[in-house]
């Protein structure tokens, strides 16, 4: 079956531009993450979707990033008048319930570069 | 709190073993294991819960000792296919039941 996906791959763009990165997670997966990874650094967590409850937003740098979630499905992260340091590789996990119990699956990631 | 990996790189020859550690300060419920490939998505490897139960993948096993809150990642008569980042991945006794703290990874690197 399909993977969990992501678009774009690549994004490059000017500072204080706004973004949307997209992840299509795998279907029947009711958790969705999103994590930020910078060069030399592990998975940072930056947001959590679980089914219809509200989600952990805790781990979001600032008020410029934000982060929805569709039906349940489909998950959009914007970044709002990006910044140089904002440059990262996004990754978009999904899993069965909670990830404490269950593996994660990771998208491909998009490379996110501020110019 | 970010768990403390060690070492940070390690280079082997095929054939040879090695031992990546996961350390944390506070109480685990849980320790996951993954591997990304330069460029590529992290893999999942295994999950330990508290118990102390160890685990193995192939010739890739691993412990989790719940006293000392350390889990140690073995990987014995390593191939080229090992070469990689491993991460990780760690949830605390009384947290979130949802949300792993990820080091920062141990590079991997396999020579024939």
């Known amino acids: 079956g399909a993977g969990v996906s992501q678009s774009p791959s690549n994004k490059v763009t000017e500072k204080g531009k706004d973004v949307e990165l997209r992840c299509d997670p795998i279907s029947g997966h009711t958790a969705l993450y999103w994590y930020r990874q910078s060069l030399g650094q592990g998975l940072e967590f930056l947001i959590y979707f679980q089914g219809n409850s509200a989600p952990d937003k805790s781990g979001l740098p600032s008020d410029r990033f934000s982060a929805e979630r569709t039906g349940g499905s489909v998950s959009t992260l914007t970044i709002q008048r990006t910044q140089q340091e904002d440059s990262a590789v996004y990754l978009c996990?999904?899993?069965?319930?909670?990830?404490?119990?269950?593996?994660?699956?990771f998208g491909p990631g998009t490379r996110l570069t501020v110019l | 709190q970010q768990p403390v990996q060690s070492p940070q790189a390690v280079i082997l020859r095929e054939g040879e073993d090695a031992v990546i550690n996961c350390s944390s300060s506070?109480?685990?419920?849980?320790v996951h294991w993954y591997r990304q490939k330069h460029g590529e998505a992290p893999v999942f490897l295994m999950i330990l819960l508290k118990g102390g139960e160890q685990k193995g993948h192939e010739k890739i096993s691993a412990s989790f000792n719940e006293k000392k809150q350390q889990s140690s990642l073995y990987l014995t008569a390593s191939q080229l296919s090992y070469s990689g980042t491993y991460f990780c991945g760690t949830a605390g006794v009384g947290g979130s039941n949802y949300k792993l703290t990820f080091g920062k990874g141990t590079l991997l690197t396999v020579n024939p």
């Open positions: 506070k109480a685990l419920y849980s």
């Open positions: 996990a999904s899993s069965f319930e909670r990830a404490l119990y269950n593996e994660q699956f």
